[in-house]
């Protein structure tokens, strides 16, 4: 079931591999919002969207700072935005730690875009 973004809903979208940025940031703006593409966690830490962000797409696994880092700093700084971890190795350990998080959920790669849709809803108050 298909929904659109408005176009104040910012969605922030982190991860190392470009081709991966590049595919969800396109996905997110064929929705209608508007999207974000950082390469790191500090990046988008040290951004000026970050207050504005609506739903954060991170992923799991990252040399300089990981996603569940990420999530730390954000609490520590007051921040509460919705979270999609994403992942290219699933493993107990990562779908446990995903879980203890305060993420909403752990999507592996690639990402399936009616599941990530779904996210997406739930995330920004749609369904």
Do not use: H
């Amino acid at each position: 079931m298909p929904f659109s973004l408005s176009a104040s809903d910012l969605v922030s979208i982190v991860d190392d591999d470009p081709f991966v940025r590049a595919a969800a940031g396109s996905f997110v703006r064929s929705l209608g919002g508007e999207a974000r593409e950082f390469a790191s966690g500090p990046a988008f830490l040290a951004s000026d969207v970050v207050s504005r962000t609506r739903c954060l797409i991170c992923d799991l696994q990252m040399p300089e700072m990981d996603g569940l880092e990420v999530l730390a700093r954000m609490e520590a700084l007051g921040l509460r935005i919705p979270t999609v971890l994403v992942t290219a190795f699933v493993s107990a350990r990562t779908s446990e730690r995903a879980r203890a998080s305060t993420a909403l959920c752990l999507l592996e790669k690639p990402i399936d875009a009616q599941e990530l849709e779904g996210w997406l809803a739930r995330a920004l108050g749609y369904g």
